[in-house]
């Protein structure tokens, strides 16, 4: 493998190195500049390839790991491709899959997210089921929070069986309060001819039930707009639906008729149609404004990324909240208090009042605390913060592609509306930039007498910060000066 990898580089070929030795050893220095896909991202080579070939370098996020709790689904949706390729249920066992977790959290995993067409159906092959494997899972995640799950999409049928058992394992504090559950159109009669295998009714339920029992539950959902046969009145219904839950997130996409699927052969609604329906959604859906009212409120985040931005990272809520910060690479991996600062429609801003990255940790003054006494995480580092709202999600059958652009476009929006209508936030956000890039900020960590971890930035005077400096003395000394001569006439 080294010298292949070796050839290729002085080729300047692009490459990448798939399998299970990348996955486990990605730090070792042939790997230097190299695209990575591990066993578990296999799915993803295409994706991995085409990004290479442009030029760019993909590497999967040291602090999340995607894990597959099983392949194919139930389902037999008739505009699925995906069923095609992944064909009937297959779970991994309850034990492969804890003790997967078991290894990345001691790698330094800090979110897992469990993925699959349908977690619902998780483990009906096995005689298992899906509550028994999360129960197992929390049971070995790190008392302390440091390392969140999040369920990933699950189609309604089966996780209706167990609504109760899911809702308690979403109010574990080391699980996120946020499910994806795709339902696709308001109209029974539209999910009868996708063969969906639910109603709007039952649909109605899993998100009732979970929003009654799971304190700041989010749910987000998928829309296909002109389905075959879908009339004005089943959109409505659709719309109305919409409407109603107010949901946070909506992958909407148009109806695309995969070939050799059942609902290729059907047919269609006129294209014209199809694209005025999906602008309609859309303009109802942008319209709302889910975090608003979140300026001020104290939450517990966990860092992960970079944002698209260079400047901020970004964190989650444990409603899976995008929180955007200001703050050092450092805290990537860490979890911390932030304070609400302002919001966009995607996402929100905060700032870090305090990081959270040692056991003994103590979390003062947080505005809402949950009282899980089932909580292994209540036991040392009581950290949970009630949240409300939701996030991204594991990939709908249809509308990964349009959620990733539209995603990205929209919240770099929100970041320039923020920019030019602050400029002495923008500024201050430039300043941290600029000292990222001269490497001027260090975290220094110090026990108090207390016991309690407090965390200083030390930073040094950048350009930015002269410039700011500069601009108040200027100021300053033209004051001094109009009062000087204002006091010279008042005197003669
Ligand atoms: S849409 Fe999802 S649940 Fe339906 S057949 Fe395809 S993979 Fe299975």
Request: glycine fraction near 8%; aromatic fraction near 6%; include cysteine.
């Amino acid at each position: 493998m080294e010298t292949l990898i070796a050839k290729c580089k002085s080729a300047k070929r692009p490459l990448v190195v798939a399998g299970c030795v990348p996955q486990g050893s990605r730090d070792i220095k042939e790997l230097e500049g190299v695209s990575i896909v591990g066993v578990q991202q296999i799915d993803r080579v295409v994706e991995v390839v085409e990004e290479t070939l442009k030029g760019h370098e993909v590497r999967k996020n040291k602090f999340i790991e995607i894990l597959p709790i099983n392949v194919g689904c139930l389902g037999a949706c008739t505009y699925c491709k995906t069923k095609h390729a992944r064909g009937h249920l297959g779970s991994y066992t309850i034990d492969s899959l804890v003790g997967r977790v078991k290894t990345v959290i001691a790698d330094g995993v800090r979110e897992i997210w469990l993925s699959s067409e349908d977690t619902g159906a998780y483990g009906r092959d096995i005689g298992v089921n899906l509550p028994t494997l999360l129960k197992a899972i929390v049971t070995v995640l790190p008392p302390d929070g440091s390392t969140m799950l999040r369920v990933g999409m699950t189609n309604p049928p089966f996780i209706l069986e167990h609504l109760e058992e899911i809702a308690e394992v979403l109010r574990h504090p080391c699980v996120y309060s946020f499910l994806h559950v795709p339902v696709q159109s308001g109209s029974d009669a539209v999910l009868t001819a996708m063969n969906r295998e639910y109603t709007v009714g039952e649909f109605r339920t899993v998100v009732d039930t979970l929003t009654e029992h799971v304190p700041g539950m989010q749910i987000a959902t998928d829309i296909i707009c002109g389905f075959p046969g879908e009339t004005d009145k089943d959109f409505l219904e659709t719309i109305s639906l919409v409407k109603e839950y107010k949901f946070p997130q909506v992958h909407i996409s148009q109806f695309y008729p995969r070939p050799g699927t059942p609902a290729a052969r059907m047919k269609k609604v006129p294209s014209t149609a199809v694209k005025q329906r999906s602008r309609e959604l859309t303009s109802v859906f942008e319209a709302f404004t889910p975090y608003s009212g979140m300026e001020g409120r104290v939450e517990r985040i966990w860092i992960t990324e970079i944002a698209t931005d260079g400047i901020h990272l970004v964190g989650h809520t444990k409603g899976y909240i995008q929180v955007l910060v200001v703050a050092p690479d450092g805290m990537l991996g860490m979890s911390a208090i932030v304070k609400i600062t302002s919001v966009g429609r995607w996402s929100v801003f905060g700032e870090v009042i305090e990081t959270l990255n040692c056991i003994d940790q103590e979390i003062a003054s947080i505005n809402k605390t949950c009282q899980d006494e089932t909580s292994a995480c209540s036991t040392t580092c009581d950290a949970c913060s009630c949240s409300k709202e939701a996030d991204p999600c594991a990939c709908g059958a249809q509308s990964c592609e349009q959620k990733t652009v539209e995603e990205a476009t929209i919240s770099r929006n929100d970041m320039w509306e923020d920019k030019t209508t602050n400029l002495i936030g923008w500024l201050l956000r430039k300043r941290r930039n600029h000292v990222k890039k001269r490497e001027e900020s260090e975290i220094v960590s110090r026990h108090n007498s207390n016991q309690e971890l407090v965390c200083e930035r030390r930073v040094e005077w950048g350009g930015i910060d002269r410039a700011l400096l500069g601009g108040m003395l200027v100021s300053l000394i033209t004051i001094v000066a109009l009062v000087m001569h204002l006091g010279a006439r008042v005197s003669t």
